[in-house]
C-alpha cells in the first residue's frame, strides 16, 4: 500500500484573504470615526471657549493615552488583543453617540468637552496596544508586511477623508450629527472585528509574572534583553523624535517664511501623504521584503536626507516633491520597523512590545513640538532642520549598525 502525503496548503495572500480584509474594514472605520471625533471636538471647543481653552480640550486625552499606554499593553496582553479592541470601539462608539445625544438636547460646556475627551484618551490607551498586537493572530508570519501596508492604506484613508467627511457633518447638522457619525463608525468595526477568526499562536509559559506590575517589568525586561526588539524600539525612538517637530511645527513656520500660506501646507502634506500611501501600496502588493532590517535603516536614512532638504527648498513645487519624498521613505521603513516588531516580538508578549513603540511615537515624540519652535525662533529654521534630519539618520545608521537588526528578515512562506 501506497502511503500518500497531503501537501500543505499554500498561504492565502493578506489581500486576498476575507479574515484579514475584515480587519482592514474594522479598522479603517475605526480611524475614520477618530478622526471625525476630533474634528467635531475641535470644532465645537472652538466655538465654546477661547481658542486656548480649545487647544486645552484637544490636549486633554494625549496625557492618558501616554500615561496609560503601558497598562494598556499588559490588558491586551491578559485578555487577548481581540477582545480589548471589540471593549474598545463599544465603549468610544457609546461615549460619542451620548455626547452626540447631549449635544441635541443641551449645550455641554467645556468641562463637558474635555471630560469627553479624557475618557476617549484612557480608552485609546487600551485600544492602541491591542489594534497593534492583532496582526500576528490574524495573518500568516510571511504576510505581516502586506498586512502593515494594508493597515498603512487604511490609516491614510482614515486622515484624509476623515476631515471631509466630519466638515460635512458639522455643515449639514452641526457637532452633534458629526459625533454621531463618529459613534456609527467606531459601532461598525465591532461586527466586524466578532467575526475575525485568529490564528493559534504558541504560548509562553514564562510571560506572565502574575501581577499587572510584575507583567510590565516582565515584558520591559523582555524588551531590553531581546537583540532585535530592543534596537528596534531605539530605532523607532531617534527616527518620531526627529521625523514629527519638523513635519508638525516646522512645516508652519517654514510656510510662513516662504510665503506659502495654508494652502502651501495643505500641498506638502499631501505630498507627504501620496508618498507614505504608496510604501503602504508597495507593501500592501509587494508582499516580502528581503533583508527587511538593512532596507529600514538604508530608507530611513534616505527619508533623513529629505527631511534636512526640504527647509533649503525655495519654490513650493520642490517642497511638495520632497514632502513625497520624505512619505516614501520615511513610510517604508515604518512599517518594516512595525512588521519586524510582530516578527520577532514571542506571541505572550505583543501588548506590552506594541506599547512600548506606540508611547515612543505619541507619547515621547510630540514632546519634542515645543522644543522645534524654541530652537527655530533661536536659530532658525534651516540649523533645526539639519538636526532632526541628522537624529533621524541616526536611527537609521544605528539600524545598519546593529547587526542583529541588519540581518533581520520577515519570514518567507515555506
Sequence with gaps: MTATTTAPAPVRP??????VL???GAYTASTLGD??????????????????QAGLVMAVSAVPRALLMLGGGVIADRLGPRRVVIGSDTARSLLVLGLAAALLVAAP???ALAAAALVFGVVDALFLPAVGALPPRIAAPDQLARLQGLRGLAYRCGAVLGGPLGGLAVALGGPATAFGAAGVLF?????LLCTLRLRALPADEGARAGTALGDLADGLRHLRRHRVLGPLIVIVLLSDLGFAGPLNVGLALLAEQRGWGAAGIGWILAG????????SLLLAVRG???RAGAVSGWTMTLGAVAIGALAFTASLPAAVAVGLAIGLFAGLSGALCNALIQTHCEPAYLGRVTAVAGLCSLGLAPLSFPLTGAAIGLWGIGPVYVVSASVCALSGAYGLLVPAVRRAELTRQG
Excluded at 493578506?14 to 479574515?19: C, L, M
Excluded at 478622526?35 to 486656548?52: I, R
Excluded at 507627504?272 to 510604501?279: E, I, K, R, S, V
Design 14 to 19: 493578506a489581500h486576498r484573504d476575507p479574515n
Design 22 to 24: 475584515r480587519w482592514v
Design 35 to 52: 478622526s471625525v471625533f476630533y474634528l467635531a471636538l475641535s470644532w465645537t471647543a472652538v466655538s465654546t471657549g477661547t481658542p486656548a
Design 109 to 111: 460646556g467645556l468641562w
Design 187 to 191: 459601532a461598525l468595526s465591532v461586527p
Design 272 to 279: 507627504f501623504g501620496t508618498g507614505a500611501g504608496a510604501a
Design 288 to 290: 516580502h521584503v528581503p
